[in-house]
């Protein structure tokens, strides 16, 4: 006797999250990100004394953690989107505002990498003296893979190029596979052969 059974379809609750796509909480949020990256930015952007004096470069990554913390990739409102988007991948509505935050985010990101940047190309003959400072034990790992990496990363212009085309090169690829393949619906079917 084969049984039929249909399964239904997954139901999440993002309410946590935002109450809707037009909770007026998703505008606070990409506000607060705008503001608080803008601080960041104004604040670091123009100084280098970060890059030789281990006690302010440990203030500066202690406001950089809280960013990440709090901003980095479009925040809960990207989070949200991409649920949404991982849900229904075909909803061109849904693909519109996750593309819009994703914009966001790129941006924003694009105009913070210069602290990561900068930090990575501190001097070899100086490196040693921010790693053994003990104000910033916690971030040791930090500062060692990124020194690490400093002879892969391009310039500031140049990642942001980077930045800007690996979304269309690799990301929408992915994407399109996967619209494909969410679409599908299968009925299984659960029995036993009888002898």
Known sequence: MEQKIKFNKTEWNLKPL?????????????????????KFINKWGKRDDYLKNPSILKQALDEYKKWKENCAGGGMEEYYFWLKSEKNQTDPEIKARYNQIQEFA??????????????????????????????LKNYKHFLEMAFAESKYLLSDVEEKIMNLKSAPAHSNWVKMTSEFLSKEERIIFFGRNKK
Do not use: C, H, T
């Not at 210069?114 to 490196?127: D, E």
């Open 18 to 38: 935002f109450k809707n796509d037009n909770d007026p909480e998703i505008k606070k949020r990409r506000k607060f990100i705008e503001r608080e990256s803008r």
């Open 106 to 135: 790129n941006k924003i990101g694009n105009d913070m990498q210069f602290f990561y940047l900068r930090v990575a190309k501190i001097p070899v003959n100086s490196q040693n003296k921010f790693l053994k400072y003990p104000g």
